[in-house]
């Protein structure tokens, strides 16, 4: 788990606004959708829970027993944890960051933003990588001309790639949404 984005509460933040749940049912949501970028399973997702219902971000709405089973509590996201939601994925999708998880969860997770409000997000996204790639090109410019060998800049080649794809990646999203090409229901009333 990215501890600096907490993508494990993000994405139960995110779950709740489709259905009340309890915290198996996540477990599974979560395993069977392939949230790939959420390690630390089931424990970490138990610990998720238990803080986002002490910050009152989401709240018991009832107890549920089968059969034999333990009772599970279910959780419903409240307006706090709604906005909560909305500002967090905003912000991942918005500020390019080393750790590329958080972009993916974000990705996997924008279905709750307005469309507009993600297309915003993926514009300026879109506007920081592009100044970005042109002050890697700049410094890769200057190294050359001061003679160090190609060999020392493989790492700022690399990050340049990868920045370069994702760039490319953003802008046939974009115009796949500018098109109207993906069905964009979203999930969080604002």
């Not at 018991?60 to 034999?68: A, H, I, L, V, Y």
């Amino acid at each position: 788990m990215a501890q600096r984005h907490n993508l494990v509460g993000l994405t139960v933040l995110a779950l709740l606004t489709v259905r009340p749940s309890h915290p198996y049912e996540l477990h599974r949501f979560i395993i069977d959708t392939h949230k790939d970028y959420i390690t630390g399973l089931p424990r970490s997702l138990y610990h998720a829970v238990e803080r986002l219902a002490k910050d009152e971000l989401i709240v018991p709405s009832k107890t549920d027993r089968e059969g034999r089973r333990p009772e599970r509590t279910v959780y419903e996201i409240t307006d706090e944890g709604r906005q909560e939601l909305v500002t967090r994925l905003r912000q991942l999708l918005e500020k390019p960051d080393p750790d590329r998880r958080a972009f993916v969860a974000a990705v996997s997770l924008m279905g709750c933003l307005p469309l507009p409000e993600a297309q915003r997000a993926l514009r300026g996204r879109a506007a920081t990588i592009e100044g970005v790639l042109a002050g890697m090109e700049a410094h890769l410019r200057a190294m050359a001309d001061s003679g160090l060998p190609a060999i020392l800049m493989l790492e700022v080649e690399c990050e340049q790639a990868l920045y370069t794809a994702e760039l490319g990646w953003i802008t046939g999203l974009l115009d796949r949404l500018d098109r109207g090409e993906l069905d964009w229901q979203t999930t969080v009333e604002m």
